[in-house]
C-alpha cells in the first residue's frame, strides 16, 4: 500500500479539533516538563533519543505522552519481515536527518501483540504517527524513500498547524545542543481556514476552504478540511443525536436519518459503522435517495483519506451495491 497523502484534516479521530486548544497547552506543559527533568546517566544535557524501542510497558510514556510534544512516528516490525529490513532503515535515517521535527518508535510484534491488536495492523511492516495521543494511519508496506518524504512532511506541518505542536529541532551530531531548523511555508489562506476549524468557527471555516478552494481547486488539503467542516456542522446541528438514531431506527427507509446517523458514527469515531450504514442505505434504495446516499458515501470517504484500509473496504462493497 502506498503512503497516503497526509492531512490531520482527514484524521479519522475527529475529537481532534475540539481538543485543539488542550492539545497545545499539553505541548507547553510536556516541554516544560521535559526541560525540567535531570538527564539520563551518562546523557548530555537537552539530549534527544530520535529512534527508540517501544513495548507495551513504556508505551504510554514514550508514545502517548510523548506526542503531546512531537509527531511520534510508530513502525511496526518483526525480525523475520524482509520489507521490514527494508523500510526499518530508511525510517531510522530519515528521523536523524528531520533532527527532531518527530520520534520513531519501534515496535516489535511479536513480542507486543496487544498494540499490534489495538491499532488494528493487518500486516507489517505498518507505520503509525500518534499526534497528541491520536493515532493515525499513514501507510503499510514498504514504500519508496520520496513518498515517505512527503508523508513525513505533511504530518509535521498539520501536528503545527493544527495542535502547535513543532517537536524539538536538534542536531544528533552536537551531543543534544538545538539546531535551527526553517519553519515550513505556510498558505495564509489555508492556515485561516484551518484556525477557524480549530476554534469551532465551522461556518468561517466552510467560508474559508471554500475561498481556498475557488482559487486553487486542486488543493487537497483544503477539500479534506472543508469535508471535515461541513460534517461537523451537520453534527453540531444534530444535539445530541438521540432523535437522529431514534428516526433512523424506526424508518430503515428514512434516507435524510440514515445520513445523521452516518455522520454522527464517523464522528465518533465508528469509522466502519457510518460506511456500512450507508452502503446499505444505498443498497436498499433508488432514484434521487441512492444518489444522495452515495455522494454523502463519497463525501466521507474523502474526510477519512482514500487509501485508508477502511475506505478501500467500503468502496468494494459500494461497488458490489451498484453494479
Not at 141 to 169: M, N, S, W, Y
Not at 181 to 204: C, I, K, N, Q
Not at 206 to 220: C, F, M
Not at 286 to 314: C, H, K, M, N, Q
Amino acid at each position: 500500500m502506498q503512503p497516503r497523502n497526509m492531512s490531520m484534516s482527514g484524521a479519522v479521530d475527529l475529537s481532534a479539533v475540539k481538543a485543539a486548544a488542550e492539545a497545545k497547552q499539553k505541548a507547553e506543559e510536556a516541554r516544560a516538563r521535559r526541560a525540567a527533568e535531570p538527564a539520563g546517566e551518562g546523557a548530555p544535557a537537552g539530549a534527544v533519543s530520535l529512534v527508540i524501542d517501544v513495548d507495551e510497558a513504556d508505551f504510554e510514556r514514550e508514545v502517548l505522552q510523548r506526542s503531546a510534544e512531537v509527531p511520534v512516528v510508530i513502525d511496526f516490525w518483526a525480525d523475520w519481515c524482509q520489507p521490514c529490513k527494508q523500510l526499518g532503515p530508511i525510517l531510522e535515517n530519515l528521523a536523524r536527518e528531520y533532527a527532531g521535527r518527530f520520534v520513531l518508535a519501534k515496535i516489535d510484534v511479536d513480542r507486543n501483540q496487544m498494540l499490534f491488536q489495538q491499532f488494528g495492523v493487518q500486516g507489517i511492516p505498518a507505520v503509525f504517527a500518534v499526534i497528541a495521543g491520536q493515532a493515525l494511519p499513514l501507510f503499510q508496506g514498504a514504500a519508496p524513500e520520496a513518498q515517505i518524504r512527503q508523508v513525513l512532511d505533511q504530518l509535521i506541518l498539520a501536528a503545527e498547524q493544527r495542535f502547535g505542536i513543532t517537536g524539538t529541532p536538534v542536531d544528533p551530531a552536537a551531543e543534544g545542543e538545538p539546531a535551527m531548523v526553517p519553519e515550513p511555508p505556510s498558505d495564509p489562506a489555508l492556515a485561516a481556514a484551518h484556525e477557524a476549524l480549530d476554534t469551532g468557527d465551522l461556518g468561517g471555516a466552510i467560508r474559508a476552504y471554500e475561498n481556498v478552494l475557488s482559487d486553487d481547486p486542486g488543493n487537497t488539503e483544503a477539500r479534506l478540511g472543508l469535508g471535515q467542516a461541513q460534517l461537523l456542522y451537520r453534527v453540531q446541528e444534530l444535539g445530541d443525536g438521540r432523535e437522529a438514531r431514534k428516526k433512523a431506527a424506526d424508518d430503515p427507509a428514512n434516507v435524510e436519518a440514515q445520513l445523521a446517523v452516518a455522520d454522527l458514527d464517523l464522528a465518533g469515531g465508528h469509522v466502519e459503522d457510518a460506511f456500512a450504514r450507508l452502503v446499505d442505505t444505498v443498497r436498499r434504495s433508488s432514484g434521487e435517495d441512492r444518489t444522495t446516499a452515495r455522494v454523502r458515501l463519497l463525501e466521507l470517504f474523502e474526510v477519512v483519506g482514500p487509501d485508508d484500509p477502511r475506505v478501500i473496504s467500503a468502496r468494494s462493497a459500494l461497488s458490489r451495491v451498484l453494479f
